[in-house]
Nanobody, 126 residues
Framework: EVQVVESGGGLVQPGGSVRLSCGAS????????MSWVRQAPGKGLEWVSC????????YYADSVKGRFTISSDNAKNTVYLQMNSLKPEDTAVYYC???????????????????WGQGTQVTVSS
């Protein structure tokens, strides 16, 4: 059974930091690219960042570049999103998603995925 489970969300003050985790099981993690996708209230999906588990290449949306860092631990089948200098506009449900065989390598993040997590809420507010 495939499982993609996010954790680490919550309420954080502007300028603060939080780290999201996404644990995956039921598929060969090292053969997948993993993405973080967010949806703010009343808005559509926004691709935030992605990483190829095979070669570690990454991509960031301009809105988070320099503030967020994506990483993965193939031994733990886990991808992380370190979020620093958070702004109120970062408030959203953050989803983790996986796609087989995609290599980021400067191409950006894919738009279709094989598996999705249930999401974790991040609220940036004072």
């Amino acid at each position: 059974e495939v499982q993609v489970v996010e954790s680490g969300g919550g309420l954080v003050q502007p300028g603060g930091s939080v780290r999201l985790s996404c644990g995956a099981s039921g598929f060969t993690f090292s053969s997948y690219a993993m993405s973080w996708v967010r949806q703010a209230p009343g808005k559509g999906l926004e691709w935030v960042s992605c990483i190829s588990s095979s070669d570690g290449s990454t991509y960031y949306a301009d809105s988070v570049k320099g503030r967020f860092t994506i990483s993965s631990d193939n031994a733990k089948n886990t991808v992380y999103l370190q979020m620093n200098s958070l702004k109120p506009e970062d408030t959203a449900v953050y989803y983790c998603a996986a796609i087989f065989g995609f290599v980021v390598a400067g191409k950006g993040c894919p738009v279709e995925y094989d598996y999705w997590g249930q999401g974790t809420q991040v609220t940036v507010s004072s």
